[in-house]
Nanobody, 127 residues
Framework: QLRLVESGGGLVQPGGRLRVSCEVS????????IGWVRQAPGKEREVVSC????????HYADSVKGRFTISRDNTKNTVYLQMDSLKPEDTAVYLC????????????????????WGRGTQVSVPS
């Protein structure tokens, strides 16, 4: 069974940076497209960034474009989200999500496209 475990969240001041990680276990991560999805109180889930299973394609929401960078190391079965220039509106639980799509260039910017989910890690940026 696929398992996704996020880590690296925390409290960071506006303008700061943070890197969150998603460790994939149970199957090699190169079988899966991965998305970073955030859930803020009272708001819908938003795919802030996603990566194709082969890592060749990425997508960013307009709200984070130019500030966040997704990367993956399939040899370590880990996907990262580097978040720079953080803003209070970035405060949310950040969840890692996966969709089986072996050796593909496709990205999936809709949270409904994902079948597997981690529990999330909290990122807080005070105003």
């Amino acid at each position: 069974q696929l398992r996704l475990v996020e880590s690296g969240g925390g409290l960071v001041q506006p303008g700061g940076r943070l890197r969150v990680s998603c460790e994939v276990s149970g199957r090699s991560s190169d079988h899966y497209a991965i998305g970073w999805v955030r859930q803020a109180p009272g708001k819908e889930r938003e795919v802030v960034s996603c990566s194709s299973s082969n890592g060749h394609s990425t997508h960013y929401a307009d709200s984070v474009k130019g500030r966040f960078t997704i990367s993956r190391d399939n040899t370590k079965n880990t996907v990262y989200l580097q978040m720079d220039s953080l803003k209070p509106e970035d405060t949310a639980v950040y969840l890692c999500a996966a969709r089986e799509d072996y050796r593909s260039d496709y990205v999936f910017p809709d949270p409904n496209d994902y079948s597997f989910w981690g529990r999330g890690t909290q990122v807080s940026v005070p105003s």
